[in-house]
């Protein structure tokens, strides 16, 4: 019986993987590495061309300049779809890895309990013989001391097969939960995939609409474009002039402290490229009335994942474009943080939620764009408080616009983004 025990733990002790499934693995692992390769120089490739839309929207304001910017941008937002379109086959990978980790653990687990369980009874039948039976059955004492001393041995040996099964079990229990992260980091990208094909399609009919309103002449830009700013400008200085009208005076106990970081930056990679309040750009342009920028402008590319500054409800979306073309915030978002303060915002190329709609912190919101009156992509991020700045509609006496949907309160109702990020 000793040696029956003896060889069932020995077997245990050196249970293998499947070497198949252990292959398996080791390809999948190679094959991860190399996807990962990929990935990085895509995203180099994207930060080349991030950089040169940046170039071109400090240009001179041209037809060729434009239809420039917009085929670059074209080509980064293809780049965007190849790199999610990677990182989905990435999460395949890992998801099929990991479920290869989860079958070998289980076969590992399944074999040890096995093997323990044969151990054990073994084990149980051996000291429930009497003394009696154990001399019988042995040819001598000094055999006897010798299999009681082997079976000490074991009982030892079984109590750390057991910890290291447990060991093995965590280790299951942690690739079941990085599984379940895989497998909504597939969907979630697979959801940006989906939008990003959207915004490209946008770039598209965006030039071809470009072309047809010029027939492709510069003379007819400068056309279209003087009369694009003069309705931008008399759009703006409508609505700050209704803003100016509005008066409310702030509870300053309302608000969070300044300085505590209740809110967190929007976007990953931050650039700011023009401050809240009286700026210089501020300044050299009539819309502002003298009053300064309501919020701040962060420097990014078209399609760039818009996330919540803060957990909060959608207090209300729009598109002041839908009502005048290139005027105002373009696609825009706010959100009420149930702390006094709430965001806005601006130049949106896709909205993914809707009023009433709860969300948390890091969640995207859209992706950022080049809407409304930007004089390039851009997010206009605006901090505001609550019981100052409320979604209201402006009826446009500007020729050709409507009814605005719009955020809407005093100046004094805007506050500096920065006292909270």
């Known amino acids: ?71 670059v941008i074209k080509k980064k937002l293809e780049a965007d779809i190849k790199v999610t379109g990677k990182k989905i086959n990435l999460a395949e990978l890992n998801i099929t890895k990991l479920e290869a980790d989860i079958t070998d653990k289980n076969t590992r687990i ?10 054990l009874k073994i084990i149980n039948d051996i000291d429930s013989a009497s003394l009696p039976e154990r001399l019988l059955s042995s040819e001598s004492f000094s055999v ?19 910890k290291n099964l447990e060991a093995v079990k965590r280790g299951l229990e942690a690739d079941k939960r990085d599984l379940e992260g895989e497998r909504k980091k597939f969907v979630s990208l697979n959801s940006q995939l989906s939008d990003q094909k959207k915004i490209a399609e946008q770039n598209i009919k965006l030039k071809n609409q470009l072309i047809k309103d010029t027939n492709n002449k510069e003379v007819n830009y400068r056309k279209l474009l003087a009369d694009t700013e003069a309705r931008k400008r008399a759009v703006e200085s409508e609505l700050s002039q209704f ?30 490229t023009q401050y809240f309040g009286l700026t210089e750009f501020s300044k050299t342009q009539a819309i502002y009335n003298g009053k300064g920028h309501n919020g701040i402008d962060l420097g990014v590319s078209i399609g760039t994942p818009l996330k919540a500054s803060s957990k909060g409800v959608v ?8 009502v005048c073309y290139h005027a105002s915030y373009g696609k825009w978002v706010m959100i009420d943080h149930n702390n006094g303060l709430a965001t806005i915002y601006g130049h949106m190329s896709l909205v993914k939620v809707s009023s009433g709609q709860s969300v948390n912190a890091g969640e995207i919101i859209g992706y950022t764009g080049n809407t409304g009156y930007a004089t390039g992509p851009h997010l206009h991020f605006t901090v505001a408080a609550t019981q100052a700045v409320k979604i209201g509609q402006l009826k446009s006496k500007v020729k050709g616009c409507g009814t605005y949907t719009i955020p809407l309160g005093p100046f004094n109702g805007y506050l500096d983004p920065l006292s909270y990020l």
């Open 243 to 272: 803003e100016s009208d509005l008066r409310i005076a702030i509870d300053p106990s309302s608000l969070p402290g300044i300085g505590l970081k209740i809110l967190s930056w929007p976007l990953d990679n931050v650039r700011i």
């Open 144 to 162: 006897m001391w010798n299999q009681v001393s082997v079976l000490e041995d074991i009982q030892s040996k079984t109590i750390g097969h057991i």
């Open 315 to 322: 207090v209300g979306t729009g598109d002041t474009d839908s």
């Open 1 to 71: 019986m000793i040696k029956k025990l003896i060889i069932v733990l020995f077997c245990f002790a050196l249970l293998p993987a499947n070497e198949a499934l252990s292959a398996s693995i080791d390809e999948l692992k190679s094959k991860i590495a190399d996807k990962g390769g990929e990935i990085r120089d895509l995203e180099r490739e994207i930060a080349e061309l991030d950089k040169s839309i940046q170039k071109t929207t400090g240009e001179k304001q041209t037809l060729n300049t434009e239809l420039k910017q917009i085929d």
């Open 110 to 119: 399944s074999g040890g309990q096995n093997a323990i369980g044969d151990s």
